[in-house]
Every structure is written in C-alpha cells, then in structure tokens.
C-alpha cells in the first residue's frame, strides 16, 4: 500500500453546461497498490487537466469498486466563484471552504425543546423551552 503510487484519471460523460456555467463529468480514477485517492488530490489532478483554479473543481460521490484498485465518482468544474456559489448546494461549499457552517443544537435536543413548549401557553413557552436545571 504505497501512498506514492501513480493514479490514472479517465472521464467519461462530459458536458459542459451553460446554464450553469460549469462542466461536468463522470470521473474513473484507477488507483492499484492505494486504498482509495483523496479528493484534494483528485482537484489538484483534474484543475490542471481542465486548466482550472483546484478550489473551482467540486468532486462528489465516490465509490471504491470491489476488490480495490478502482473508484468512480462525480465531478464539477465551475467557470467562476460567483456560479458556483449561486449553484452549489450549501454542504458542498461548507466542505470547500466558501460557506461557513452555521452550529445549530442537536436534532433530539431541538425536538426535545419543542414538545417540553407544546404543555404551555403564553410567555411561559419561552421558559419550556430552556433546558432544565437539574436539581440535586
């Protein structure tokens, strides 16, 4: 398992689509002797075969085949920052660093909050939905 052995990127499905200003496609990376490829490797790899900016290339969704050796994946190659972030769903441009992720309480606790507000009514809801203080 050699983290320096060479990879081989081949793309099939290519479009470029205006409507959305980028070009997408289906990408084949062949990689024997490595368990898998990152993706900051991959953007690396496909922003000088596209000549692009490596933070224009979005990649998603690869699947490693079985016995290794092979993944296949989807990727983007935006023409501008602008339509990538008009376009790109917001988890994505978290991950690629354009969006800041916005901290939010667990979905059991929002939920917990929720129905311990349902058994009030008024101003008294705003205290329900506090946590509890727990008493010794």
């Known amino acids: 398992m050699d983290p320096s052995a060479p990879i081989t990127l081949r793309t099939r499905k290519f479009i470029t689509?205006?409507?959305?200003?980028?070009?997408q496609f289906v990408v084949d990376v062949l990689?024997?002797?490595?368990?898998?490829?990152?993706?900051?490797?991959?953007?690396?790899?496909?922003?000088?075969?596209?000549?692009?900016?490596?933070?224009r290339v979005v990649t998603f969704g690869f699947r490693t085949?079985?016995?290794?050796?092979?993944?296949?994946?989807?990727?983007?190659?935006?023409d501008d920052e602008a339509s990538q972030k008009k376009f790109e769903p917001r988890?994505?441009?978290?991950?690629s660093g354009l969006a800041t992720k916005i901290e939010k309480a667990s979905r059991k606790l929002r939920k917990e909050r929720k129905n311990r507000s349902k058994k009030f009514r008024g101003t008294k809801k705003s205290k329900a939905a506090e946590p509890q203080k727990k008493a010794k």
């Open 31 to 55: 990689h024997p002797g490595r368990p898998n490829v990152s993706k900051s490797e991959l953007n690396e790899k496909l922003a000088t075969i596209y000549k692009s900016d490596k933070t």
């Open 65 to 78: 085949h079985f016995g290794g050796g092979r993944s296949t994946g989807f990727a983007l190659v935006y």
């Open 91 to 95: 988890y994505r441009l978290v991950r």
């Open 17 to 23: 689509n205006r409507l959305l200003a980028r070009r």
